[in-house]
């Protein structure tokens, strides 16, 4: 149980165009679905925290209007990038709360997507 | 600023050795120090979540010791198996509901 996948596992653009990533919780309803980035030899940074059917909450230093995200159901949370730009080449990772989990507030990744903006 | 730190780095290990990996974090309001397994192209896999002080937590090969008044963890692996090979991640919350902080994590090279 409390499987996580991401789509697409990889992706490459253009430079001004948008990218939408998905991640679903296949076997769980999640309330609260978080949104990573890691950069090359850093670790996982938090983004924003995204709950069903609210905005979601972004932390310092990452904008909203770049980075839109939506969580419209309960299995699904896209993140968009907005007019992508090669400094946004990076590792995108999701997880998801169960909050019907014994350990409710253990998080369950996704496999991350890479992006690349040429 | 949470800092979460790891050591070492990266590690290579003979087949059938042990060996164990640190994590540092902030000791003031602690709620829970959790350890994932990340191999390539895989999702991170939970490991362990520790959150009370003292706890020791056992999975096979692999266990866990929890420190919350120092502020640090120790992961274990006995007779490291080529399986094992991954980068060992940990991550601090300061409550239920919070985010996680991550260290940058220890990556493990186990050869046959």
Redesign the interface.
Known sequence: GAV?SQHP?WVICKSGTSVKIECRSLDFQAT?M?W?RQFP??????MA?SNEGSKATY?QGVEKDKFLINHASLTLSTLTVTSAHPEDSSFY?C?ARDPLAG??????????TRLTVL | ILN?EQSPQSLHVQEGDSTNFTCSFPSSNF??L?W?RWET????E?LF?MTLNGDEKKKGRISATLNTKEGYSYLYIKGSQPEDSATY?C?F?KS??D???????TRLAVRP
């Open positions: 996580v596992s609260t978080f990573y030899k850093q670790s996982l940074m938090l925290t932390e990772i997880s350990l409710s507030y253990e998080q369950f990744f996704g496999p991350g | 979460v709620y829970a959790h994932y192209a895989k999702s991170p939970a979540v991640l991550a919350s239920s509901g985010k996680l902080t991550f260290g940058t994590g």
